[in-house]
């Protein structure tokens, strides 16, 4: 257990409906990092937070956004779902930035999408 | 941050030590090296990282040349369940924090 959880663990939707992932971070880590990764692709990142702001936007679509709580749980919200959206999708936390090279980026186990 | 440059893929004998290198040409002086890798479909995991001098823990070793500009993980001594795809990335002590992963390279170990 890496101490970041990630639910559900599989999802599978419908094209055009919307998904909500959820990411708790390892207990004290303050920020979150969201990363899709397709089949057989690499790790792409999309989104991180800190303490509840928006810090860094990767290749994030449109019909994508997240959010992350005052409790510091984050959600990834996926909308008008394509078949090329299916992917597993990471979330990461880390304790802080700054410091001695930014120790402590902790993966879940991932979200597998699958969109039929 | 500054790009990195890894083989592809390796193989190596189990219970033989597994030597990866990534190249990092532009890595300026307050980037780090870290090391992930990423057994099959799963989340990646965190392997080591270091600024100039080397660095070991329980998993690996980290050698970085006097000059920055390369790196080598080695596994001292692989087994099959190090097989997966490992990762080096640059990355500055100041920024965002996000990590930027590349294509890696994808370790065999063969029994």
């Known amino acids: 257990d890496s101490g970041v959880t990630q639910t559900p663990k599989h999802l599978i939707t419908a094209t055009g409906q919307r998904v909500t992932l959820r990411c708790s971070p390892r207990s004290g880590d303050l920020s979150v990092y969201w990363y899709q990764q397709s089949l057989d692709q690499g790790l792409q990142f999309l989104i991180q937070?800190?303490?509840?702001?928006?810090?860094a936007k990767g290749n994030i679509l449109e019909r994508f956004s997240a959010q992350q709580f005052p409790d510091l749980h984050s959600e990834l919200n996926l909308s008008s779902l394509e078949l090329g959206d299916s992917a597993l999708y990471f979330c990461?936390?880390?304790?802080?930035?700054?410091?001695?090279?930014?120790?402590?980026?902790?993966f879940g186990s991932g979200t597998r999408l699958t969109v039929v | 941050d500054a790009k990195t440059t890894q083989p592809p893929s390796m193989d190596c004998a189990e219970g033989r030590a597994a030597n990866l290198p990534c190249n990092h040409s532009?890595?300026?002086?307050?980037?780090?090296v870290y090391w992930y890798r990423q057994i099959h479909s799963q989340g990646p995991q965190y392997i080591i990282h270091g600024l100039k001098n080397n660095e070991t823990n329980e998993m690996a070793s980290l050698i970085i040349t006097e000059d920055r500009k390369s790196s080598t993980l080695i596994l001292p001594h692989a087994t099959l369940r190090d097989t997966a795809v490992y990762y080096c990335i640059v990355l500055q002590s100041s920024n965002t924090g996000k990590l930027i992963f590349g294509q890696g390279t994808t370790l065999q170990v063969k029994p």
């Open positions: 532009t890595i300026s002086g307050n980037e780090y």
């Open positions: 937070y800190y303490n509840g702001e928006e810090r």
């Open positions: 990461a936390s880390s304790g802080f930035l700054g410091g001695r090279g930014n120790y402590g980026y902790t």
